[in-house]
Structures are given as structure tokens and as C-alpha cells.
Nanobody
Framework: QVQLVESGGGLVQAGGSLTLSCAAS????????MGWYRQAPGKQRELVAI?????NYVDSVKGRFTISRDNAKNTVSLQMNSLKPEDTAVYYC???????????????WGQGTQVTVSS
């Protein structure tokens, strides 16, 4: 089995910064992609940033958030700067992982971490 453990959420004032971290462990053969999603109350979960063969961001965070991935450690982090109240959400780590040779890659989720930005 695969586990994704997140850390780093919290409460911050608008304009502040937070860094989220996620570590994948367990039966990992290879990782195709790692990224971050978020879900605000009453809204659908959306992709924030992903690191695969390339790096992509949702338009609303471009220039403010930076995703970093350490392939050797199976970790991914999200540096969030210039935070806005509209960034408030539960942030979820996601990884697309092969658990064995010849197996299809599957998506795995972390438990989520709350980020609250006060105005």
C-alpha cells in the first residue's frame, strides 16, 4: 500500500507565506507525477500545481506558488507566497504511482491539510 502524509498547513494573514510538504511511502515502484489540489467550502476540488514531465499551475496561483519535487525522497512541496483569502481551502497531495513492474499507475491522496488565509 501507499501512504501520502502532508504537513505544513495553518492560519496565516493575507500576504503571508506557507509551505506544504508531502511524503510518499510504501510500495512505490515509480512515481509518474506529484501535485497539489485544493477544495474550498462549497466548491469542487481543483488542481493547484503538478510536477510531472513538466510543471503546471492553475492560473490563479502563477507567480505566487512554487512546486518542488525531490524524486530521491519521494516528496513534493508547495511554497505559497503572497497568500490571499481566496486561497483558503483544504489542500490535498496527490501522487500517480506504479506499485510494481508492469502495473498501471494509480492515483493516491493524502488526508488533506487546512490552509486558512485571513484578511
Amino acid at each position: 500500500q501507499v501512504q501520502l502524509v502532508e504537513s505544513g498547513g495553518g492560519l496565516v494573514q493575507a500576504g503571508g507565506s506557507l509551505t506544504l510538504s508531502c511524503a510518499a511511502s510504501g510500495s512505490i515502484f515509480s512515481i509518474n507525477a506529484m501535485g497539489w489540489y485544493r477544495q474550498a467550502p462549497g466548491k469542487q476540488r481543483e488542481l493547484v500545481a503538478i510536477s510531472a514531465s513538466s510543471t503546471n499551475y492553475v492560473d490563479s496561483v502563477k507567480g505566487r506558488f512554487t512546486i518542488s519535487r525531490d524524486n530521491a525522497k519521494n516528496t513534493v512541496s508547495l511554497q505559497m507566497n503572497s497568500l490571499k483569502p481566496e486561497d483558503t481551502a483544504v489542500y490535498y497531495c496527490n501522487a500517480v504511482i506504479k506499485t510494481g513492474w508492469g502495473l498501471s499507475a494509480k492515483g493516491f491522496w493524502g488526508q488533506g491539510t487546512q490552509v486558512t488565509v485571513s484578511s
